[in-house]
């Protein structure tokens, strides 16, 4: 079998390795005679596997001790409306649209209190993100709530929008791709199913005031009050421990290499692309310069009737996923931390092959 090269937005291709791993516990987790599927959540070695999951994470993102980490279940979406619940309570915050996901989460907080959004980039297509001081803040906002990286549309935040106060972040798709600074956030969620690993498990990081504020929430159901998880230590209920070990896997593949190198490559990687792009006209980059993702690379093609054939043509050289999503259409290559330089190799040798017969 050859793997295919997978540019796919998420799920998305992991570390051959960690594949490896994961193929060998199935049967016996860690000589428990046990297999990973079929072992209790409340067993030690499972107990073992959550543990070193949250402290490697720590360690990756650089969490401070006071913030706490959980592992839940219901996808990133479930978090618009948990952040809402929880957390906004009623009152209003800064929502800046950047695309079709913090779209999303403006409308789940509106069921729980006020989403402000003082900048929005959809007029746009969602091509540029708001420049630091060029939108007005709300003094009395709950939080100013962002999405660090905007897989659908290609762009990509250098850093926080604001320097100081309270900050909610949907780090979905780019978590674990580069240093950030944990300690300046209330709030870090983020599906696993890009970096991290498989579906079916979002991490959250939240700080000490976000506690407490949750801590006033009343009206909670038990599954979606973080007091609760965090009563439990993110075993309320039956965890997705298939998905928390790939994650404690990937973790540790991520640490044996360091982020800074893991980020370092995957700067190299999107360039590589950008390159590309930006190499002549029959290129139309979708992402304003000042605002690209290293994650998700977004582009049109002049003649928007050769799209449909350059991922036809892609799937016939092993190129996968290259197809952009059904909201700007065009085309768009996913290269996530585990995307190896040898697929970005094969697509930039095919975008230039393509360019050549058919430009
Ligand atoms: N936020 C972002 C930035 C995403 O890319 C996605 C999924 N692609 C989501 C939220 C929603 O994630 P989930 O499917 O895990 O609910």
New binding site residues.
């Given amino acids: 079998m050859t793997r295919k090269h997978n540019f796919s937005?998420?799920p998305a291709v992991l570390p051959v390795s960690v594949i490896e791993e994961l193929k060998a516990q199935l049967n016996d987790l860690h000589g428990s005679g046990i297999g990973l599927m079929e072992i209790s959540h409340r067993s030690q070695t499972f107990d073992d596997i959550v543990r070193s999951a949250m402290a490697r994470l720590r360690r990756v993102l650089g969490v401070p001790d006071d913030h706490q980490v959980l592992f839940l279940q219901?996808?990133?979406?479930?978090q618009f409306a948990m952040i809402a619940q929880n957390i906004l309570q009623g009152g209003s915050a800064d929502y800046l649209d950047t695309?079709a996901?913090t779209a999303?989460s403006i409308k789940q907080a509106g069921h729980f209190g006020t989403a402000r959004v003082p900048f929005s980039g959809k007029s746009d297509t969602y091509r540029q993100l708001p420049a630091s001081g060029s939108w007005e803040r709300d003094p009395s906002a709950v939080y100013t709530y962002y999405?660090t990286?905007?897989?659908?549309f290609g762009t990509q935040f250098a850093g926080a929008p604001v320097p100081d106060g309270r900050l909610v972040c949907?780090m979905?798709?780019d978590i674990a791709s580069r240093s950030i600074d944990a300690a300046a956030h209330d709030v870090i969620f983020a599906?696993a199913?890009?970096n991290l690993g498989p579906?079916g498990v979002?991490v959250v990081i939240l700080s000490p005031w976000a506690m407490a504020r949750a801590a006033t929430a009343t009206q909670v159901p038990d599954m979606l009050s973080y007091g609760v998880h965090l009563g439990k230590g993110s075993l309320f209920n039956t965890p997705n421990t298939l998905g928390i070990f790939v994650l404690e896997r990937v973790l540790a593949w991520i640490e044996d290499q360091g982020m800074d190198t893991v980020a370092a490559r995957n700067r190299a990687k999107a360039q590589k692309i950008y390159d590309v792009l930006d190499s002549s006209d029959f290129w139309q980059p979708h992402a304003a310069r000042d605002s690209r993702s290293d994650m998700n690379i977004t582009w049109r093609l002049a003649d928007s009737d050769l799209e449909p054939v350059m991922v036809q043509e892609g799937l016939a050289a092993d190129i996968s996923g290259i197809k952009g999503h059904r909201s700007v259409g065009g085309l768009r290559a996913s290269t996530y931390n585990a995307c190896p330089d040898a697929s970005v190799d094969a697509l930039v040798g095919f975008m230039g092959e393509f360019e050549r017969t058919r430009g």
């Fill in positions: 937005a998420g219901g996808g990133a979406s479930l695309g996901w999303k999405c990286n905007n897989t659908i949907d979905s798709s599906g199913q890009k579906s979002t």
